[in-house]
């Protein structure tokens, strides 16, 4: 396997019915890392992984829709697992929003923009993008295939900021045209503007509103990015 990502959650800012928040696993068949933690993606890690099977968890922000899941996970490793030092990487802060500290189950490590880690045979490179609290989009390369994601993120950061040679980029599109600039989220239109840009050859789209008709959003993702776009589905796979 090259490099694998599978989509436990991908609805923006709280889940439809039967959906999942911000989700993802990303696994080069060496190492499986845990991308946001969003509500419902415990559940739906349970389809693709054991519940010891994630190396680290990693988290890009601290709205509650990237990270919730993680107080169920702690549950899972404490009293189901029993699994100590569990690696958890995430922007400064995000630690103290847990319902009671964490460690020994987990070992957190505050990461920040530019910073560049190693986990397994994954590197992970962040970059801050333009959202509320502190908010850190990855590039994540291994198997010799780079995957970009851009957490949350408004217009004014883009996908360029992960650097060249993205094979696949994983971007939010929360809104459509009409309601850009309502928050500091990007529209599909913005998402496909920011993946040209970086000349991304292929872009899948996650973090839809889900009151939004989401062709719609394809239709107009697609427009900007002058190829065809991708959504994100819960539980679906991509090789990157
Ligand atoms: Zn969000
Ligand atoms: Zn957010």
């Not at 986990?119 to 908010?135: C, Y």
Request: proline content about 5%.
């Amino acid at each position: 396997m090259a490099l694998r990502l599978t989509v436990l959650g991908c609805c923006g800012t709280y889940a439809a019915p039967g959906g999942a928040c911000s989700g993802y696993l990303v696994d080069d068949g060496s190492t499986r890392v845990w991308i946001d933690t969003g509500a419902g993606t415990l559940a739906n890690l349970q389809r693709h992984s054991d519940l010891d099977g994630v190396d680290a968890l990693v988290l890009s922000h601290e709205h509650p829709d990237h990270w919730t899941d993680l107080e169920g996970f702690y549950n899972v490793c404490r009293f189901v697992t029993h699994r100590t030092g569990i690696p958890v990487y995430g922007p400064d802060g995000l630690r103290r929003r847990t319902y009671e500290d964490t460690g020994p189950v987990f070992d957190w490590h505050v990461v920040a923009g530019g910073e560049r880690v190693g986990i397994g045979a994954l590197e992970l490179t962040f970059s801050r993008t333009d959202h509320g609290p502190e908010t850190l989009a990855m590039r994540i390369g291994g198997g010799g295939r780079t995957l970009g994601y851009s957490a949350d993120s408004g217009p004014g950061w883009s996908l360029e900021a992960l650097g060249p040679g993205l094979d696949l980029a994983l971007c939010e599109a929360t809104f459509q045209r009409e309601q850009e600039g309502m928050a500091q989220h990007m529209s599909a239109w913005q998402a496909g503007t920011s993946a040209r840009a970086a000349r991304v050859p292929r872009l899948v789209l996650t973090h839809l509103w889900p009151t939004l008709d989401a062709e719609r959003s394809a239709l107009e993702g697609s427009d900007a990015f002058g190829a065809p776009v991708e959504l994100a589905a819960t539980n679906a796979s991509y090789e990157v």
